[in-house]
């Protein structure tokens, strides 16, 4: 059964940072793009950005609203997926999804979602 | 705001066909593969409709795709109650709006 599970979600100040994981299992993680989704109260889904697979060397690409504050890696022998977020700003506040593209399409092929993880940031 | 423009809702009764729109530009729906997906109440969305209108496996086929110029649109034929949910469409896009764009979402309500 895949399965990718989300953590380290949680409150946190203004300017404050704080890293999410995403734990897959169940299907070839190495092989897949992995994706970050957020969805903030009563608004729609935003993309956040997206690490290919070692295949396409890592390629890390960001929404512009978080370049430069949000980073995400992976790591391949824990199955696990990383958004580090930093200089958080109130409107960071989301439930955050990680997302799998299992064959690595290069596209918006989310196959496979977490149950996604939320962020508060607040003062 | 979202980039892609999506109708906030859409209604039909079982076994009625419904189609929701998605409104681009040049940069996006006018040059990128569309995507759809759908998020049934209290679940993780799920792909509906990869590259316009290419369906993943377990997707019934009343799920269709399709695209032209800058507009693509999700149709879902024969209605039935679990289809109830919100929808969203999503694409690359190549200005600075980008990389990616998605739609507001659609409220589908089932009669």
């Known amino acids: 059964e895949v399965q990718l599970v989300e953590s380290g979600g949680g409150l946190v100040q203004p300017g404050g940072s704080l890293k999410l994981s995403c734990a897959a299992s169940g299907f070839t993680f190495s092989g897949s793009a992995m994706h970050w989704v957020r969805q903030a109260s009563g608004k729609g889904l935003e993309w956040v950005g997206r690490?290919?697979?070692?295949?396409?060397?890592?390629?890390?690409l960001y929404a512009a609203s978080v370049k430069g504050r949000f980073t995400i890696s992976r790591d391949e022998s824990k199955n696990t997926a990383y958004l580090q977020m930093s200089s958080l700003k109130t409107e960071d506040t989301a439930v955050y999804y990680c997302i799998s593209d299992y064959y690595d399409s290069g596209g918006l092929n989310f196959d496979y979602w977490g149950q996604g993880t939320l962020v508060t940031v607040s003062s | 705001q979202s980039v892609l423009t999506q109708p906030p809702s859409a209604s039909g009764t079982p076994g009625q066909r419904v189609t929701i729109s998605c409104s681009g530009s040049?940069?996006?729906?006018?040059?990128?593969?569309v995507y759809w997906y759908q998020r049934l109440p209290g679940t993780a969305p799920k792909l509906l409709i990869y590259?316009?209108?290419q369906r993943p496996s377990g997707v019934p086929d009343r799920f269709s795709g399709s695209q032209s110029g800058t507009s693509a649109s999700l149709a879902i034929s024969g209605l039935r109650s679990d289809d109830e949910a919100d929808y969203y469409c999503a694409t690359w896009d190549d200005s600075l709006s980008g990389p990616v764009v998605f739609g507001g979402g659609t409220k589908l309500t089932v009669l």
């Open positions: 040049r940069s996006n729906i006018g040059s990128n593969y």
């Open positions: 590259n316009n209108n």
């Open positions: 690490i290919r697979s070692k295949a396409n060397n890592h390629a890390t």
